[in-house]
Nanobody, 125 residues
């Protein structure tokens, strides 16, 4: 029922920045915990960042902490991932996800209920 559409990926050089976004429809956005995950070829999908319903609490994977910032604009039904100082190892398909039952940050793939199709982020050396 909930549809998530990512956009804003692309190709950047190491050290550059991107700000993909995820637009949600089909539900009540401010009741969703939102998350970003990524999956590189040959690897498992991994947690990147999550944000609570109100936006007051965030959580980040150790690999991106200090470089990435998750935010949300509930008036626009959109969640963002500001990615700074990108590294080649950040190259992956980035997915946004929505969790409809819980209230705080969620860091496991199994808890999320809806997923977008992903947006490709490629970081060159």
């Amino acid at each position: 029922q909930v549809q998530l559409v990512e956009s804003g990926g692309g190709l950047v050089q190491a050290g550059g920045s991107l700000r993909p976004s995820c637009a949600a429809s089909g539900g009540t956005f401010d009741r969703y915990v939102m998350g970003w995950f990524r999956q590189a070829p040959g690897k498992e999908r991994e947690f990147v960042a999550s944000i609570s319903r109100s936006g007051g609490k965030t959580s980040y994977a150790d690999s991106v902490k200090g470089r990435f910032t998750i935010s949300r604009d509930n008036a626009k039904n959109t969640v963002y991932l500001q990615m700074n100082n990108l590294k080649p190892e950040d190259t992956a398909v980035y997915y946004c996800a929505a969790e409809v039952r819980l209230t705080s940050v969620v860091v496991t793939t199994q808890e999320y209920d809806y997923w977008g199709q992903g947006t490709q982020v490629t970081v060159s050396s």
